[in-house]
């Protein structure tokens, strides 16, 4: 497989994040090359939540700043991220329950919708074409997703590795240049973890999406990613190439623990 | 058999009124997470607006068509709905994002009363009359089947029509829009949808401006029933038992909610009423919600909420 790794997209820098007392990271730096897959690891509590909503501006960070394609920036509301190119998805899944698949995956095209209030509500001419032009691009996503049974589907009667995809595929739709995954294989079978894998790799490959992905289970992490930062009680422990996280001293004693 | 369902029709037109009273609470609920007590006070502001506009409409441009000038109060008044619900977006709610839902409804019982005042001071205190020219007279239906037939009131009839036709709108905008769906989505998960780049602020001026133009139309109706006055306030709470009936999430629980009290106010009166000495539709409907809160408190159509313990 070569694949072209380019320059860096995502530059964090020094960023700690406390909530009163609680120290939820500290002094974290890394950064995220365009069309990788990068991979934030790290046992419960470590942090890896907590830093995936610093970049989507879901917290702000206490300190630090975080730099996107050459802006810099210290606070940002979510909305904006996701106008900038950046989308995510959630741990626990926060789909739009009462709306079906194909409602649900339009969303994500919501910012790309240039035409007003008025002419949608009178379905004029520009608004009409705008709908169907979205509508091929999430058919298409759909199709890729290989979700077509379940289009009309409300989300919440969908089995959970299926619900899953509908969130990837929400995310998708925005047409993001970074994809932010929250623990996508958590909860999952083996077959399940399989087929997300797969789209992910394929997400990766085909649309040229850079990829950041928490995960707790290390086994798939370390297939799948480019390259690694292994997160400990708030602190970075390790960053490199699969290889050489899963020699790093620091790393085996985080995850198995040791005879003191 | 007539009787019974004059009293029903009578019942089924109240109802349609209390839904789209309701209604304004509802959207509010869904979108935004905030419980909106000012729902009445928007609803007497609105009806006060249009009743005041179309006196001062004729004397200032000198017309003397009723119709036209009480569609341009309608109009006004529609636009005032609309500033004040992005006065309340902009000044208010927007400092209270993520605050605790008891804060949120402080703040609406804040809005209420100045809305109350400013109401009052800016368009008088006496009552008013909108008369959008709703015909008076009673008909008689289904004379051929029943001795002396049904006795509707006509203008019950037209009010129920106009109510039902804004819900129909309401629901088409919600469901065949990209922004009714872009409402839908903030309804179900405000983070999820932020993180998809829907931007809640201008989503909940455009709540608060449907739910400005439901109170306009409540207040247009009620006001014409009933003269325009403060005591347009307490149909607010007329419809409070009406959502605890239907689920304060649900637009098609806030209408058949509405329905039910209605017809059961208007029934319990007429065949009950006679054995308790009377007064019953008074506290029907709050005794109903009650019977609700105690074995269904999601209400009939609303979500259960489960917490993880």
């Given at each position: 497989?070569?694949?072209?790794?380019?320059?860096?997209?995502?530059?964090?820098?020094?960023?700690?994040?406390?909530?009163?007392?609680?120290?939820?990271?500290?002094?974290?730096?890394?950064?995220?090359?365009?069309?990788?897959?990068?991979?934030?690891?790290?046992?419960?509590?470590?942090?890896?939540?907590?830093?995936?909503?610093?970049?989507?501006?879901?917290?702000?960070?206490?300190?630090?700043?975080?730099?996107?394609?050459?802006?810099?920036?210290?606070?940002?509301?979510?909305?904006?991220?996701?106008?900038?190119?950046?989308?995510?998805?959630?741990?626990?899944?926060?789909?739009?329950?009462?709306?079906?698949?194909?409602?649900?995956?339009?969303?994500?095209?919501?910012?790309?919708?240039?035409?007003?209030?008025?002419?949608?509500?009178?379905?004029?001419?520009?608004?009409?074409?705008?709908?169907?032009?979205?509508?091929?691009?999430?058919?298409?996503?759909?199709?890729?997703?290989?979700?077509?049974?379940?289009?009309?589907?409300?989300?919440?009667?969908?089995?959970?590795?299926?619900?899953?995809?509908?969130?990837?595929?929400?995310?998708?739709?925005?047409?993001?240049?970074?994809?932010?995954?929250?623990?996508?294989?958590?909860?999952?079978?083996?077959?399940?973890?399989?087929?997300?894998?797969?789209?992910?790799?394929?997400?990766?490959?085909?649309?040229?999406?850079?990829?950041?992905?928490?995960?707790?289970?290390?086994?798939?992490?370390?297939?799948?990613?480019?390259?690694?930062?292994?997160?400990?009680?708030?602190?970075?422990?390790?960053?490199?190439?699969?290889?050489?996280?899963?020699?790093?001293?620091?790393?085996?004693?985080?995850?198995?623990?040791?005879?003191? | 058999?007539?009787?019974?369902?004059?009293?029903?029709?009578?019942?089924?037109?109240?109802?349609?009124?209390y839904?789209?009273v309701a209604?304004g609470f509802v959207?509010?609920?869904?979108?935004?997470?905030?419980f909106n007590f000012?729902q009445g006070?928007?609803?007497?502001?609105?009806?006060?607006?249009?009743?005041?506009?179309?006196?001062?409409?004729?004397?200032?441009?000198?017309?003397?068509?009723?119709?036209?000038?009480?569609?341009?109060?309608?109009?006004?008044?529609?636009?005032?709905?609309?500033?004040?619900?992005?006065?309340?977006?902009?000044?208010?709610?927007?400092?209270?994002?993520?605050?605790?839902?008891?804060?949120?409804?402080?703040?609406?019982?804040?809005?209420?009363?100045?809305?109350?005042?400013?109401?009052?001071?800016?368009?008088?205190?006496?009552?008013?009359?909108?008369?959008?020219?709703?015909?008076?007279?009673?008909?008689?239906?289904?004379?051929?089947?029943?001795?002396?037939?049904?006795?509707?009131?006509?203008?019950?009839?037209?009010?129920?029509?106009?109510?039902?036709?804004?819900?129909?709108?309401?629901?088409?905008?919600?469901?065949?829009?990209?922004?009714?769906?872009?409402?839908?989505?903030?309804?179900?998960?405000?983070?999820?949808?932020?993180?998809?780049?829907?931007?809640?602020?201008?989503?909940?001026?455009?709540?608060?401006?449907?739910?400005?133009?439901?109170?306009?139309?409540?207040?247009?109706?009620?006001?014409?029933?009933?003269?325009?006055?403060?005591?347009?306030?307490t149909v607010a709470l007329r419809a409070l038992p009406v959502i605890i009936l239907g689920?304060l999430?649900?637009?098609?629980?806030a209408?058949?909610g509405g329905?039910?009290i209605?017809?059961?106010?208007?029934?319990?009166?007429?065949?009950?009423?006679?054995?308790?000495?009377?007064?019953?539709?008074?506290?029907?409907a709050y005794?109903l919600a009650l019977?609700f809160l105690?074995?269904?408190?999601?209400g009939?159509?609303?979500?259960?909420?489960?917490?993880?313990?």
């Open positions: 497989m070569s694949k072209h790794i380019g320059d860096v997209v995502l530059d964090v820098q020094n960023i700690s994040l406390r909530f009163g007392g609680v120290k939820a990271l500290t002094d974290i730096s890394f950064n995220v090359r365009e069309h990788e897959v990068r991979a934030i690891i790290g046992p419960n509590g470590a942090g890896k939540s907590s830093m995936l909503n610093c970049i989507n501006g879901v917290y702000t960070p206490t300190e630090g700043t975080i730099t996107f394609r050459g802006q810099t920036f210290d606070h940002m509301d979510s909305h904006q991220v996701a106008a900038m190119g950046i989308a995510r998805t959630f741990q626990n899944l926060a789909l739009f329950k009462g709306m079906s698949v194909l409602d649900n995956i339009m969303t994500g095209r919501n910012l790309r919708m240039k035409s007003n209030l008025f002419l949608q509500a009178l379905r004029l001419g520009p608004a009409e074409r705008e709908e169907i032009e979205h509508r091929e691009k999430v058919e298409r996503i759909i199709d890729f997703l290989e979700i077509q049974a379940f289009r009309k589907t409300p989300v919440g009667q969908l089995p959970y590795g299926l619900q899953k995809r509908v969130d990837l595929g929400r995310a998708l739709a925005l047409e993001p240049q970074v994809l932010l995954l929250d623990e996508p294989m958590a909860g999952m079978n083996v077959e399940e973890k399989q087929d997300m894998c797969r789209f992910i790799l394929d997400v990766n490959e085909e649309f040229r999406t850079t990829v950041v992905l928490i995960e707790h289970d290390m086994g798939v992490v370390m297939d799948i990613s480019d390259r690694v930062v292994v997160l400990d009680y708030g602190k970075k422990i390790g960053d490199g190439t699969p290889d050489e996280v899963r020699n790093n001293e620091e790393v085996i004693r985080a995850y198995l623990g040791t005879s003191h | 058999m007539g009787f019974f369902l004059e009293t029903l029709f009578g019942g089924l037109m109240a109802g349609m009124l839904s789209l209604l959207l509010i609920f869904k979108a935004s997470g905030v000012a006070a928007m609803v007497l502001f609105a009806a006060l607006a249009m009743a005041r506009f179309a006196e001062w409409i004729p004397l200032w441009l000198g017309l003397d068509n009723a119709l036209i000038a009480n569609v341009l109060a309608f109009i006004v008044a529609g636009v005032i709905m609309f500033v004040v619900a992005w006065l309340i977006e902009r000044l208010v709610l927007r400092h209270l994002v993520n605050q605790e839902g008891a804060t949120l409804l402080m703040a609406t019982l804040g809005i209420t009363y100045f809305m109350e005042g400013l109401g009052q001071t800016l368009f008088g205190s006496d009552i008013y009359q909108i008369n959008i020219g709703m015909p008076k007279d009673p008909i008689f239906l289904f004379e051929s089947m029943f001795e002396g037939g049904v006795l509707v009131n006509k203008e019950d009839v037209i009010a129920a029509a106009i109510a039902a036709a804004l819900v129909v709108v309401l629901s088409l905008f919600f469901q065949k829009t990209a922004t009714g769906r872009a409402l839908r989505a903030v309804a179900d998960d405000h983070q999820a949808a932020q993180s998809i780049g829907i931007p809640l602020n201008r989503i909940w001026v455009i709540v608060w401006c449907v739910a400005g133009v439901v109170a306009l139309v409540s207040g247009m109706i009620w006001g014409s029933k009933l003269g325009v006055q403060f005591s347009l306030t689920g999430t649900s637009v098609p629980g209408i058949i329905l039910i209605g017809v059961g106010e208007k029934l319990s009166e007429v065949y009950v009423g006679p054995y308790v000495g009377g007064g019953i539709e008074i506290w029907f005794v019977v105690l074995f269904r408190p999601q009939l159509f609303g979500e259960k909420i489960i917490d993880r313990v």
